[in-house]
Protein backbone atom coordinates (compact mmCIF):
# COMPACT_ATOMS: atom_id res chain seq x y z
CA UNK A 1 0.00 0.00 0.00
CA UNK A 2 1.47 3.49 -0.92
CA UNK A 3 2.69 5.75 1.90
CA UNK A 4 -0.31 8.11 0.72
CA UNK A 5 -2.78 6.02 1.18
CA UNK A 6 -1.74 4.48 4.57
CA UNK A 7 -0.97 7.30 5.88
CA UNK A 8 -4.93 8.84 4.70
CA UNK A 9 -6.39 5.52 6.51
CA UNK A 10 -4.79 5.41 9.51
CA UNK A 11 -4.66 9.49 10.47
CA UNK A 12 -8.39 9.56 11.74
CA UNK A 13 -7.40 6.78 13.66
CA UNK A 14 -4.38 8.24 15.60
CA UNK A 15 -6.24 11.29 15.84
CA UNK A 16 -9.26 9.88 17.86
CA UNK A 17 -6.85 7.74 19.87
CA UNK A 18 -4.80 10.91 20.86
CA UNK A 19 -7.77 13.23 21.16
CA UNK A 20 -9.92 10.52 23.74
CA UNK A 21 -6.77 7.91 25.45
CA UNK A 22 -3.53 9.92 25.20
CA UNK A 23 -4.22 13.65 26.44
CA UNK A 24 -6.54 12.70 28.85
CA UNK A 25 -3.76 10.10 30.59
CA UNK A 26 -1.45 12.71 30.03
CA UNK A 27 -3.81 15.65 31.77
CA UNK A 28 -4.29 12.71 34.54
CA UNK A 29 -0.46 12.63 34.88
CA UNK A 30 -0.43 16.33 35.65
CA UNK A 31 -2.92 16.73 38.00
CA UNK A 32 -2.13 13.81 39.73
CA UNK A 33 0.88 16.32 40.86
CA UNK A 34 -1.29 19.03 41.96
CA UNK A 35 -3.46 19.27 45.50
CA UNK A 36 -6.79 19.48 43.85
CA UNK A 37 -9.98 19.70 46.43
CA UNK A 38 -13.44 21.11 44.96
CA UNK A 39 -12.56 24.20 47.29
CA UNK A 40 -9.33 25.29 45.44
CA UNK A 41 -10.58 23.79 41.60
CA UNK A 42 -9.20 27.05 40.13
CA UNK A 43 -5.98 27.25 41.51
CA UNK A 44 -4.62 23.63 42.19
CA UNK A 45 -1.88 23.63 44.46
CA UNK A 46 1.87 21.81 42.90
CA UNK A 47 2.85 18.80 45.06
CA UNK A 48 5.22 16.62 42.64
CA UNK A 49 4.71 13.26 43.38
CA UNK A 50 3.14 13.62 47.23
CA UNK A 51 -0.30 12.26 45.74
CA UNK A 52 1.28 9.16 44.55
CA UNK A 53 3.06 8.59 47.99
CA UNK A 54 0.27 9.34 50.01
CA UNK A 55 -1.57 6.46 47.71
CA UNK A 56 1.19 3.98 47.59
CA UNK A 57 1.09 4.56 51.73
CA UNK A 58 -2.81 4.49 51.89
CA UNK A 59 -3.79 1.09 53.84
CA UNK A 60 -6.85 1.49 51.74
CA UNK A 61 -5.89 1.41 48.34
CA UNK A 62 -3.97 -1.89 49.44
CA UNK A 63 -6.81 -3.21 50.40
CA UNK A 64 -8.93 -2.29 47.54
CA UNK A 65 -6.45 -4.08 45.53
CA UNK A 66 -6.17 -6.66 46.79
CA UNK A 67 -9.77 -7.31 46.88
CA UNK A 68 -9.66 -6.57 43.30
CA UNK A 69 -7.28 -8.87 42.61
CA UNK A 70 -9.38 -11.60 44.55
CA UNK A 71 -12.17 -10.80 42.33
CA UNK A 72 -10.22 -11.35 38.93
CA UNK A 73 -8.91 -14.46 40.37
CA UNK A 74 -12.20 -15.65 41.03
CA UNK A 75 -13.92 -14.49 37.88
CA UNK A 76 -12.15 -14.79 34.82
CA UNK A 77 -11.11 -18.79 35.09
CA UNK A 78 -15.03 -19.10 35.98
CA UNK A 79 -16.21 -17.19 33.38
CA UNK A 80 -14.43 -19.17 30.47
CA UNK A 81 -14.80 -22.50 32.09
CA UNK A 82 -18.44 -21.76 32.51
CA UNK A 83 -18.94 -20.52 28.64
CA UNK A 84 -17.15 -23.07 27.50
CA UNK A 85 -19.34 -25.76 28.88
CA UNK A 86 -21.93 -23.64 27.70
CA UNK A 87 -20.76 -23.75 24.51
CA UNK A 88 -20.54 -27.02 24.02
CA UNK A 89 -23.93 -27.64 25.07
CA UNK A 90 -25.11 -24.64 22.89
CA UNK A 91 -23.14 -26.95 19.73
CA UNK A 92 -25.37 -29.79 20.51
CA UNK A 93 -28.70 -27.90 20.55
CA UNK A 94 -30.32 -27.65 16.99
CA UNK A 95 -33.67 -26.75 17.39
CA UNK A 96 -34.39 -23.15 19.19
CA UNK A 97 -30.80 -22.14 19.91
CA UNK A 98 -31.29 -18.66 18.99
CA UNK A 99 -34.37 -18.39 21.34
CA UNK A 100 -31.23 -20.01 24.12
CA UNK A 101 -28.75 -17.02 22.77
CA UNK A 102 -31.06 -14.73 23.38
CA UNK A 103 -31.80 -15.91 26.79
CA UNK A 104 -28.30 -16.28 27.76
CA UNK A 105 -27.63 -12.92 26.74
CA UNK A 106 -29.91 -11.02 28.83
CA UNK A 107 -28.20 -9.98 31.89
CA UNK A 108 -25.03 -9.12 29.30
CA UNK A 109 -27.27 -6.49 27.47
CA UNK A 110 -29.07 -5.41 30.48
CA UNK A 111 -27.82 -1.99 32.11
CA UNK A 112 -25.30 -2.68 34.64
CA UNK A 113 -26.82 -0.48 37.50
CA UNK A 114 -30.76 -2.16 36.92
CA UNK A 115 -29.56 -5.75 36.78
CA UNK A 116 -27.33 -4.95 39.84
CA UNK A 117 -30.39 -3.86 41.45
CA UNK A 118 -32.77 -6.90 40.54
CA UNK A 119 -30.04 -9.07 41.22
CA UNK A 120 -30.12 -7.48 45.13
CA UNK A 121 -33.54 -8.00 45.36
CA UNK A 122 -33.38 -11.64 44.80
CA UNK A 123 -31.05 -11.87 47.62
CA UNK A 124 -32.68 -8.89 49.56
CA UNK A 125 -35.11 -9.79 53.19
CA UNK A 126 -37.91 -10.64 51.05
CA UNK A 127 -36.79 -11.82 47.87
CA UNK A 128 -37.46 -15.24 46.31
CA UNK A 129 -34.03 -16.92 46.79
CA UNK A 130 -33.59 -15.16 50.24
CA UNK A 131 -37.17 -16.75 50.67
CA UNK A 132 -36.18 -20.01 49.29
CA UNK A 133 -33.23 -20.71 51.09
CA UNK A 134 -35.19 -20.19 54.66
CA UNK A 135 -37.62 -22.55 53.87
CA UNK A 136 -35.17 -25.42 52.09
CA UNK A 137 -32.20 -25.04 54.36
CA UNK A 138 -33.72 -22.99 57.38
CA UNK A 139 -30.63 -20.56 56.39
CA UNK A 140 -31.95 -16.51 56.55
CA UNK A 141 -28.60 -14.54 54.64
CA UNK A 142 -27.98 -11.62 56.15
CA UNK A 143 -25.86 -9.22 54.17
CA UNK A 144 -22.41 -8.68 55.65
CA UNK A 145 -18.71 -8.99 54.99
CA UNK A 146 -18.43 -12.10 54.00
CA UNK A 147 -21.70 -12.85 51.72
CA UNK A 148 -22.13 -9.13 50.33
CA UNK A 149 -18.21 -9.70 48.22
CA UNK A 150 -19.39 -13.73 47.23
CA UNK A 151 -22.61 -11.80 45.89
CA UNK A 152 -20.63 -9.28 44.05
CA UNK A 153 -18.31 -12.40 42.33
CA UNK A 154 -21.56 -14.19 41.95
CA UNK A 155 -23.09 -11.31 40.01
CA UNK A 156 -20.23 -10.60 38.26
CA UNK A 157 -20.05 -14.48 36.75
CA UNK A 158 -23.63 -14.04 36.00
CA UNK A 159 -23.84 -11.03 33.70
CA UNK A 160 -19.88 -11.69 31.93
CA UNK A 161 -20.25 -15.68 31.22
CA UNK A 162 -22.69 -15.47 27.98
CA UNK A 163 -19.83 -13.33 26.29
CA UNK A 164 -17.06 -15.96 26.53
CA UNK A 165 -19.89 -18.54 25.91
CA UNK A 166 -20.61 -16.66 22.59
CA UNK A 167 -17.21 -16.29 21.78
CA UNK A 168 -16.08 -19.80 22.26
CA UNK A 169 -19.56 -21.16 20.52
CA UNK A 170 -18.28 -18.95 17.46
CA UNK A 171 -14.92 -20.82 18.01
CA UNK A 172 -16.30 -24.25 17.67
CA UNK A 173 -18.14 -23.03 14.78
CA UNK A 174 -14.72 -23.44 13.03
CA UNK A 175 -13.55 -26.69 14.54
CA UNK A 176 -11.66 -28.31 11.57
CA UNK A 177 -13.90 -31.48 11.26
CA UNK A 178 -10.81 -33.40 9.57
CA UNK A 179 -8.98 -33.38 13.05
CA UNK A 180 -12.28 -34.47 14.80
CA UNK A 181 -13.10 -37.20 12.53
CA UNK A 182 -9.29 -38.12 12.27
CA UNK A 183 -9.90 -38.43 16.39
CA UNK A 184 -12.86 -40.84 16.13
CA UNK A 185 -10.71 -42.78 13.73
CA UNK A 186 -8.62 -43.56 16.12
CA UNK A 187 -10.61 -43.93 19.39
CA UNK A 188 -10.43 -41.14 21.28
CA UNK A 189 -13.32 -40.18 23.33
CA UNK A 190 -15.24 -37.28 23.39
CA UNK A 191 -12.93 -36.17 26.16
CA UNK A 192 -9.72 -36.71 24.27
CA UNK A 193 -11.37 -35.11 21.27
CA UNK A 194 -11.98 -31.92 23.45
CA UNK A 195 -8.87 -31.95 25.25
CA UNK A 196 -6.56 -32.35 22.56
CA UNK A 197 -8.42 -30.90 19.64
CA UNK A 198 -11.26 -28.19 20.30
CA UNK A 199 -9.29 -26.86 23.62
CA UNK A 200 -6.29 -26.28 21.51
CA UNK A 201 -8.06 -24.85 18.71
CA UNK A 202 -9.77 -22.36 20.65
CA UNK A 203 -6.47 -21.45 22.68
CA UNK A 204 -6.23 -17.96 21.26
CA UNK A 205 -9.61 -17.03 22.05
CA UNK A 206 -9.19 -18.26 25.36
CA UNK A 207 -6.06 -15.46 25.37
CA UNK A 208 -8.66 -13.29 24.27
CA UNK A 209 -11.26 -13.98 26.58
CA UNK A 210 -8.68 -13.48 29.47
CA UNK A 211 -7.70 -10.35 28.04
CA UNK A 212 -10.57 -8.80 27.89
CA UNK A 213 -12.30 -10.13 31.19
CA UNK A 214 -9.24 -9.31 33.10
CA UNK A 215 -9.68 -5.83 31.90
CA UNK A 216 -13.54 -5.63 32.51
CA UNK A 217 -12.99 -7.01 36.13
CA UNK A 218 -10.22 -4.53 37.09
CA UNK A 219 -12.82 -1.79 36.27
CA UNK A 220 -15.70 -3.14 38.30
CA UNK A 221 -17.73 -0.36 39.61
CA UNK A 222 -21.99 -0.78 39.44
CA UNK A 223 -22.15 -3.95 41.27
CA UNK A 224 -19.79 -2.78 43.89
CA UNK A 225 -21.72 0.73 44.24
CA UNK A 226 -25.31 -1.21 44.26
CA UNK A 227 -24.72 -4.00 46.53
CA UNK A 228 -22.75 -2.60 49.39
CA UNK A 229 -24.65 0.99 49.00
CA UNK A 230 -21.48 2.57 50.00
CA UNK A 231 -21.30 0.94 53.55
CA UNK A 232 -17.91 0.18 54.56
CA UNK A 233 -18.58 -2.61 56.80
CA UNK A 234 -18.97 -5.02 53.88
CA UNK A 235 -15.18 -4.57 53.58
CA UNK A 236 -15.66 -5.19 49.06
CA UNK A 237 -13.88 -2.27 47.79
CA UNK A 238 -12.39 -2.51 44.32
CA UNK A 239 -10.15 -0.09 43.24
CA UNK A 240 -12.63 2.09 40.82
CA UNK A 241 -14.81 2.05 43.88
CA UNK A 242 -12.40 3.04 46.51
CA UNK A 243 -10.92 5.95 43.48
CA UNK A 244 -14.49 7.13 43.03
CA UNK A 245 -14.79 7.52 46.72
CA UNK A 246 -11.58 9.44 46.85
CA UNK A 247 -12.59 11.98 44.42
CA UNK A 248 -16.09 12.43 45.50
CA UNK A 249 -16.77 11.20 48.81
CA UNK A 250 -13.17 12.81 50.03
CA UNK A 251 -13.07 15.58 47.69
CA UNK A 252 -9.33 14.74 46.78
CA UNK A 253 -9.28 14.95 43.19
CA UNK A 254 -5.25 15.16 42.72
CA UNK A 255 -5.18 12.35 44.33
CA UNK A 256 -7.85 10.33 42.98
CA UNK A 257 -6.02 11.09 39.36
CA UNK A 258 -2.91 9.38 41.14
CA UNK A 259 -4.67 6.51 41.81
CA UNK A 260 -5.75 6.18 38.38
CA UNK A 261 -2.79 6.66 36.79
CA UNK A 262 -1.57 3.51 39.36
CA UNK A 263 -4.10 1.67 37.88
CA UNK A 264 -3.57 2.17 34.67
CA UNK A 265 0.06 0.83 35.76
CA UNK A 266 -1.70 -1.95 37.75
CA UNK A 267 -3.43 -2.98 34.66
CA UNK A 268 -0.42 -3.45 32.27
CA UNK A 269 1.78 -5.39 34.79
CA UNK A 270 -1.47 -7.71 34.62
CA UNK A 271 -1.78 -8.38 31.32
CA UNK A 272 1.87 -8.35 30.13
CA UNK A 273 1.80 -12.02 30.50
CA UNK A 274 -1.54 -12.59 28.11
CA UNK A 275 0.19 -10.04 26.00
CA UNK A 276 3.27 -12.16 25.51
CA UNK A 277 1.32 -14.98 24.89
CA UNK A 278 -0.75 -13.31 22.32
CA UNK A 279 2.31 -11.62 20.59
CA UNK A 280 4.47 -15.31 20.73
CA UNK A 281 1.53 -17.00 19.43
CA UNK A 282 1.28 -14.70 16.15
CA UNK A 283 5.16 -14.84 15.60
CA UNK A 284 4.52 -19.02 15.40
CA UNK A 285 1.26 -18.45 13.06
CA UNK A 286 3.46 -16.33 10.67
Same mark, same amino acid.
Given at each position: MPTRAFTFFVAPSLIIMLALMTLPLLASVVLGMHYITFRNLDAPLWVGLQNYEQALADPEFWDSLEFTLIFIAATVPTRIVLGLIFALLLDQIKRFRGVFIAAALVPF?????????? @???? &???????????????? +??? *???????????????????????MIVLFAGLQTLPQESLEAARVDGASWLRQLWHVAIPHLRSLFVF???????????? @???? &???????????????? +??? *?QVA?????????????????????????????????EQVEEV
Open positions: VMTPVVGTLI @FRDM &FDRGGPYWYWMQQLFD +YRL *FMDSTTVPLLIIFHNIWTATPFAIALISIMDAYRV @FDSV &FVLTQQNPIFDAETIM +YYN *FLSFGRLGKANAMSILTVIGIFVVLIPFLVMTYR
